[in-house]
């Protein structure tokens, strides 16, 4: 079974950056799209970023686009998201997940395998 862990969250001022790493075990990485989603507590989880296999295409969500950057490295088996600007309202968990048709940016349905996340807080 792919395994996934998340790391990089932390507490941070608004205004400051993180980036998050999710590094992929027990699989064909390369072949794999990549997600990323938040929750925040009380909230649904929500799509954040995605990134196709290859790494040509990436995807986010139009209310961060601008302030996160996903991308991947297929020789580490690991996917990133820079988030920079962070705002109190980017407080949430973040996920990673991974999705074997390898296009990304479908619904959250595709998703087969989740981190167990990591925590990001924004302070104001």
């Known amino acids: 079974q792919v395994q996934l862990v998340e790391s990089g969250g932390g507490l941070v001022q608004a205004g400051g950056s993180l980036r998050l790493s999710c590094a992929v075990s027990r699989g064909t990485f390369s072949s794999y799209a990549m997600g990323w989603f938040r929750q925040a507590p009380g909230k649904d989880r929500e799509f954040v970023a995605a990134i196709s296999w290859s790494g040509r295409y990436t995807y986010y969500a139009d209310s961060l686009k601008g302030r996160l950057t996903i991308s991947r490295d297929n020789a580490k088996n690991t996917v990133f998201l820079q988030m920079n600007s962070l705002k109190p309202e980017d407080t949430a968990v973040y996920y990673c997940?991974?999705?074997?048709?390898?296009?990304?940016?479908?619904?959250?349905?595709?998703?087969?395998?989740w981190g167990q996340g990591t925590q990001v807080t924004v302070s104001s």
């Open positions: 997940a991974s999705d074997p048709s390898g296009v990304g940016g479908g619904p959250i349905e595709e998703y087969e395998f």
